[in-house]
């Protein structure tokens, strides 16, 4: 990069300006930018300069989908209109001069009249939080406008560039079937074969007798009816018809946007600027300027050269012009399969191979294939096949043109090509071949997500012989570029291929593809084992079609096939099975019925309002923090010079600017801001404030600061070798340990690790901090689950007495126990700012601060001893828990003391005794997540099970069965297990999921695979409900009856898409006997009910469920004088006459739960109000050769008592089983030895994704369980499902078990949470993981450690 060329603003465009007006359409509207600067994405653009605030930012690296739009161009040339979905997060917007940009407001609206994919995926139960629905509803839109009867493959396609961390998939891919050919009902509009619901066939569609009515009914839906799409803007079809595409130029004071007009200019400007960066679809280049703070002054973009975007069809192969995307190349490479022989297109296969797995279609959509080459990573899916393939690449400059072959001399270095400065590469050709070719990816998630090791691999022999002629293994992943293995392929030259070629190949490349121990990225030897797994795939594949050919190899082995298969998975299928209300309950009567949540429709539409949603305040301004990048060290300077000298910047705030007490957090042992000391990388030392987000944070990166560094305590290892703990060191114990070891005919000790979990909720921490001018008041809207939290820390901090502080919450998008207590880390900041200059301060955290700072679940370790009899009954257990809690307490000593009140799960042990260590570590204080704690807690216990059954060399569901609670038995805390359903669920899910039949099947698929397993595991799981802080099981209703009759409701809880206010006003329905559309909740607020409890621990609807039957039954006493005197009147009349009357017409709820109070020191009194029961049963199968696993089915039982609302409690069942699946076997943090956060986005951090559900999906709610607990007999369900996700974990174990097996070994084994693929691969002990010995731990620093 160089400095800006003070000539080019001299330069002139083809109007005769020295720079041009950006020209498009939003919406239908035109847009035209007299300033359109080159660094401004589309997502800032649309939701700053246009207030059009449905496009939500989620993690600004493309890597979520929440800012899909669908963008529309005109082709002039072939006359089409082309749609398609993007990351407007990643889209300059001088990339859409002559675009038509389509947002969810512009396709419908809950005021206008709403588009099908924004019914379906609301009245479908798809939406919860609803942050990520808009981008689902474009993409979902996007692929209708390109094909509107889409199979359900196509709409999984769509979707693998969004996420959603609330709903498990299940219900948005339920509502989109509907819209597909593969829907059972097409909601009246018709399709081939009839409509079912006019030719009667309805009903013959429910199979299953026992199936209640489904949640929702498709007939309902407005039909989609493509006539009826917003039209391309007419205005714009005849400019993009019409004008003469000249050149363009844009420019801010920091880099210039041309946009030559054909090449040659293209070269000469490429000549003038060398250093200029080609700008194609912009996902590397827009990834770079965000995250790692490059300046390109200039900006190169070809979209206008034809010959970039050209595809021309040789003798040889294809020919793509550098500029084509990947989803061009990917339609191209289709139709000439389609089209040729097979021999011809053995290499198209391979490419689209990677293309199935490559990004999501928002990126693919974009990205060039050029791009991709010369972005020159080392883990590019698409380089080991072009250079596998030999691709051709046409290189040019302004005088010249060469033709490179593409291999190992393409690449010079990490992310550096053979390119000359000023060349640009014009085109691949991507041959027609007679080889065999097989291209590889495998990343820890298979859809949207880079590799860990790619490959492509293709041979040629002498014909009519299995003599390699010619052999081509190409890797990436494992070397700073994609590499050739040549010495292997030369020494297999001229040889047979056969078992001698495989064990040389293998010996050959385990030599060859070595990897330094502390290689970037770690895994070390599970890339290496996948480099010799990759190729025995491929070899088997080879040897199989050499086979075809009646060529005389040795034959395949019937159970070795699998290991050839390309992946492939069933359309997922799903049942929910829920109790209808009685058929005696009113038909006004909600309560029980699967109502939809009551802002799905405004969160489809974009109209719902977050946080950062709400328009800029007058004189409002932006912070950015300043944190830490050392995990432990004095502060030995600041300096703000340069900060000060940059665009925008108002003031920095420091401990010293903090009016009140600088000391905060739940247990007041954390800094507002860092004064002197900082205790981990992200510790917050400081802000800066200036007038946009992009100055402030510019400024922010500017501050420079030293330290003196010191000893960090990382992880839990290290914790415990220094004794570094907070207290109390928690205990929990009950009967006679030491007898119990004596009874016991067998004892077995073993160690876990249970690794954090993100929680990733799709909307950020985000707080704007409103100071109101008089006596100190300030007002602030925050993302959390505890506004009364917020408040007093907030007052705290400013040194002001509560009642001046207000906080409020609309909506959050998310929570999950991430913004229970940890949004106080800027809430406080933001205010005391705020409170600094007396104006408004918003910041919304980007995703990588977010989690570099707020922490997550606490990761765990454990020490268990067990003892037990032949049967396989426990007797005795000794359990120690460690969790990672960082530099503050938080939460922790609440979270341990779940896991210690969950230590047995749901078994009975007469003897236990379980301590719980807090590991005072260096690492971002860890908080409450979902499960809190109950989760590791519960996991340790089902794999001490597991080792029980392992040893005993029994089944572990009958050891698991023998050991289950009977009704009645009491707890290690001293707690009767009344109304016990366990053994109900257990039952029903044994019969639903067909657990024999399935046992025998998967028995019967791993005796004839080898290289696939299945596995099969039934788990129970029962949570206790109930804060066990007892004072926090309180909770207050606010409700106000207005003359007109309508209801304004309020409640201590919050609302993050769990359904809580929809259940609320269920309630207040039932109770008031008004219909819910007369009721209205506007948010929640610490001026209307004060001291509330945070909105956690699963019983926001029981205890809040209760404040408002509270409430509401006292107006219900004031009314019945009204409704006794005038029976036949309307709930008006009654309103009207007792505000005539002068009765008050508000009241107040409040409830706190009876009989609680238990104390750890005695082991005695109340832990818990009720509890929660549930069982899952899961399959799944396992590739032994990559640790790849797919969820082939999952059946849930869950007892959620009598549900207040069938579709929110399916939602919380599945959207947390989905969560659980995550923590169990995908999710992890990585953090160097240094205690640095290395993973801090969707690029590195994968949360499952449409593709990670089970293929098949029942969730059944238990009929009839007894309960009356809590408000009308339902029961909490946020939390306790999650746990059920380790059914996973352990069949993925069960399914290891098979592939040990056929190694001869045998027992038990240890396997780390998550169920990584890199652990199920090198747990699968073979022949390849020999050849790849672990280094010596102590010789080299890894480069992320088990913290
Ligand atoms: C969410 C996400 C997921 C991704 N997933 C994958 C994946 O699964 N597999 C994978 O391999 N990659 C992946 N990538 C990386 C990236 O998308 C690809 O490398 C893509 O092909 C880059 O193309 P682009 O047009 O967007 O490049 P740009 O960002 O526009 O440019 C990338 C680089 O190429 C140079 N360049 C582009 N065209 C030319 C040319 N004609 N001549 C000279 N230089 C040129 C640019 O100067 C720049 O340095 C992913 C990226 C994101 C953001
Ligand atoms: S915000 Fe654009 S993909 Fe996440
Ligand atoms: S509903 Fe999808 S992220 Fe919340």
Not at 844 to 866: Q, S
């Amino acid at each position: 990069m160089r400095e800006l060329d003070t000539n080019m603003g001299d330069r002139m465009n083809c109007a005769g300006s020295s720079f041009d007006d950006l020209v498009f359409f939003v919406n239908g509207k035109k847009v035209v930018e007299t300033n359109a600067d080159p660094e401004m994405t589309l997502l800032t653009y649309l939701r700053r300069t246009l207030g059009l605030p449905g496009t939500k930012l989620g993690c600004a690296e493309g890597g979520c989908g929440a800012c899909t739009v669908m963008l529309s161009k005109y082709q002039p040339h072939a006359q089409k209109l082309l749609h398609y979905a993007v990351n407007a997060c990643l889209a300059p917007i001088c990339s859409l001069h002559l675009v038509s940009v389509t947002t969810v407001e512009g396709i419908g609206s809950v005021a206008r009249q709403l588009h099908p994919v924004q019914e379906r995926i609301a009245k479908g139960h798809g939406s919860q939080c609803g942050f990520c629905t808009p981008g689902i509803v474009m993409s979902m839109y996007a692929l209708l406008r390109n094909n509107p009867t889409p199979k359900m493959a196509d709409v999984e396609e769509a979707f693998q560039g969004n996420l959603c961390r609330c709903t498990g998939y299940r219900p948005i891919l339920e509502a989109y079937k509907t819209l597909t050919v593969e829907s059972g009902c097409c909601g009246g509009k018709g399709r081939e074969n009839g409509c079912c619901m006019t030719n009667g066939k309805a009903e013959e569609k429910e199979t299953d007798v026992d199936l209640a009515p489904r949640l929702f009914n498709a007939a309902d839906f407005a039909p989609l009816d493509p006539t009826q799409e917003v039209i391309f803007p007419p205005e714009l079809m005849s400019l993009s018809k019409t004008q003469k595409t000249c050149s363009l130029h844009f420019r801010s004071d920091r880099a210039v946007w041309l946009q030559p007009a054909n090449l040659e200019e293209f070269l000469d400007l490429k000549f003038k600027h060398p250093d200029a960066r080609v700008v194609v679809g912009n996902t590397e280049v827009g990834i770079e300027v965000k995250f790692k703070n490059m300046l390109y002054p200039v900006i190169l973009a070809p979209a206008f050269i034809p010959e970039l975007h050209r595809v021309t069809h040789t003798y040889e192969g294809i020919v793509f012009g550098a500029a084509c995307t990947l989803t061009q190349v990917g339609e191209v490479l289709k139709e000439a399969v389609e089209a040729l022989p097979p021999y011809m297109t053995q290499v198209f296969i391979a490419v689209l191979e990677q293309l199935r797995w490559f990004a999501g279609q928002q990126i693919r959509n974009v990205a060039a294939v050029g791009g991709n080459i010369m972005t020159a990573s080392p883990i590019s899916d698409l380089n080991p096949v072009f250079m596998a393939a030999s691709c051709k690449l046409t290189l040019m400059d302004k005088d010249s043109s060469r033709v490179v072959q593409m291999d190992d001399t393409f690449f010079v270095g990490y992310r550096r090509t053979m390119l000359r400065p000023q060349e640009i590469l014009l085109s691949i050709e991507i041959p027609y071949s007679r080889k065999f070719v097989s291209a590889f990816k495998q990343s820890p998630r298979r859809e949207d997500d880079i590799s860990i090791v790619t490959a492509a691999m293709s041979v040629t022999f002498t014909p009519g012989t299995c003599v390699v002629e010619d052999l081509r293994l190409s890797y990436g992943g494992m070397a700073p570029t994609t590499v050739l293995a040549k010495n292997t392929a030369n020494k297999l030259l001229g040889r047979c291929w056969g078992e001698k070629l495989l064990e040389e190949a293998c010996s050959s490349l385990a030599e060859e593809l070595t990897l330094d121990p502390s290689v970037p990225g770690g895994m070390v030897i599970y890339r290496r084992t996948l480099t010799l797994s990759l190729f025995y795939k491929f070899y088997l594949t080879v040897l199989q079609k050499l086979g075809g050919q009646g060529l005389n190899v040795e034959e395949v082995r019937s159970n070795f096939l699998s290991a050839t298969e390309i992946y492939h998975q069933e359309p997922p299928s799903s049942v929910q099975i829920y109790q209808e209300v009685p058929q005696t309950q009113h038909p006004d009567d909600v309560v029980g019925r699967p109502v939809m949540h009551l802002s799905a429709l405004k969160q489809a539409t974009g109209e719902a309002v977050y946080c950062d949603d709400m328009p800029l305040f007058e004189n409002e301004v932006y912070l950015a923090l300043i944190t830490s990048s050392k995990a432990h060290a004095r502060i030995l300077s600041i300096d703000e010079s340069a900060a000060e000298c940059s665009p925008g910047f108002i003031c920095c705030v420091f401990a010293a600017d903090i009016p009140g007490s600088n000391t905060t957090g739940i247990m007041h042992d954390e800094t507002v801001l860092a004064d002197g000391q900082v205790t981990c990388v992200g510790h917050i030392i400081g802000a800066v404030v200036a007038d946009t987000q992009l100055h402030a944070q510019r400024a922010a990166k500017a501050i420079r600061i030293q330290y003196e560094e010191l000893q960090p305590i990382i992880t839990i290892q290290e914790a415990i070798a220094a004794k570094s703990f907070y207290q109390p060191i928690r205990t929990l114990q009950k009967g006679d340990l030491e007898a119990g070891f004596k009874q016991a005919d067998h004892i077995l000790e073993g160690e876990m690790h249970i690794g954090g979990q993100e929680h990733f909720y799709l909307e950020t921490n985000v707080t704007v901090a409103v100071p109101r001018g008089e006596d100190d008041e300030i007002e602030l809207f925050v993302s959390t689950q505890a506004p009364s939290e917020t408040q007093s820390l907030v007052a705290m901090a400013l040194g002001i007495p509560a009642n001046r502080v207000v906080v409020h919450v609309k909506r959050m998008g998310g929570g999950f126990g991430g913004k229970e207590s940890r949004t106080t880390l800027l809430s406080t900041v933001v205010s005391v700012a705020a409170h600094k200059l007396r104006r408004p301060v918003r910041c919304m955290l980007d995703r990588d601060e977010d989690m570099l700072i707020t922490g997550g679940r606490h990761p765990f370790y454990a020490k268990y001893k067990v003892g037990f009899l032949k049967s396989g009954k426990v007797v005795a257990l000794d359990v120690s828990y460690y969790s990672n809690t960082g530099n503050s307490r938080d939460l922790s000593l609440s979270v341990m003391e779940r896991a210690l009140s969950h230590m047995e799960n749901s078994y009975s042990i007469a003897n236990v005794h379980g301590r719980g260590f807090l590991c005072r570590t260096n690492l971002p204080s860890n908080t409450a997540f979902r499960g809190f704690g109950g989760p590791q807690g519960m996991m340790f216990a089902e794999n001490w099970i597991t080792d029980v059954a392992q040893s005993l060399g029994r089944p572990a569901d009958e050891v698991r069965r023998i050991n289950l609670y009977q009704r009645g038995e009491l707890t290690p805390f001293n707690q009767v297990l009344e109304q016990y359903t366990l053994d109900l669920c257990w039952d029903e899910c044994l019969s639903r999921s067909r657990y024999r039949q399935s046992r025998a099947a998967v028995e019967l698929y791993n005796r004839q695979n080898r290289w696939t397993k299945r596995g099969l595991a039934i788990v129970p799981t029962k949570f206790g409900i109930s804060f066990t802080a007892v004072f926090l099981n309180q909770a207050g209703a606010l409700v106000h009856i207005y003359t007109d009759g309508s209801v304004l409701l309020t409640h201590g809880g919050t609302e993050m898409g769990q359904g809580l206010h929809t259940k609320m006003v269920q309630v207040a329905s039932r109770v008031l006997g008004v219909p819910c559309s007369k009721i209205h909740i506007s948010e929640t607020s610490t001026q209307t009910v004060p001291n509330t409890s945070p909105t956690a621990a699963s019983a926001s609807s029981d205890l809040n469920g209760a404040a408002v039957k509270n409430a509401c039954q006292l107006l219900n006493e004031r009314l019945e004088p009204y409704k006794s005197k005038n029976p036949k009147g309307s709930w008006e009349d009654w309103v009207k006459a007792a505000y005539l009357d002068r009765v008050n017409l508000s009241a107040n709820g409040f409830y706190k739960t009876p009989d609680l109070g238990y104390d750890f020191e005695t082991n005695s009194g109340r832990l818990f109000n009720y509890f929660s029961y549930g069982v899952a049963c899961s399959e799944v199968e396992v590739d032994c050769l990559t640790g790849a696993h797919k969820n082939l089915s999952t059946t849930i039982v869950m007892d959620v008592g009598v549900s207040l609302n069938p579709a929110i409690d399916i939602g919380q069942v599945e959207g947390a089983f989905m969560q659980g699946v995550g923590l169990f076997t995908l999710e992890e943090l990585h953090y160097s030895p240094e205690g640095v956060l290395l993973s801090r986005g969707p690029g590195s951090y994968k949360i499952p994704a449409f593709g990670d559900i089970p293929r098949k999906l029942t969730v059944s709610l238990l009929r009839d369980g007894a309960h009356d607990k809590a408000i009308f007999a339902s029961k909490a369900v946020g939390e306790p499902p999650l746990f059920l996700a380790s059914s996973v974990f352990f069949a993925i174990k069960d399914a290891i078990s098979a592939a040990r097996a056929e190694s001869g070994i045998a027992g038990p084994f240890r396997l780390d949470s998550p169920a990584s693929a890199e652990r199920i691969r090198n747990a699968c002990n073979d022949r390849f993981t020999k050849l790849c010995p672990v280094a010596d731990p102590g010789i080299f620093r890894p480069w992320s450690v088990q913290v």
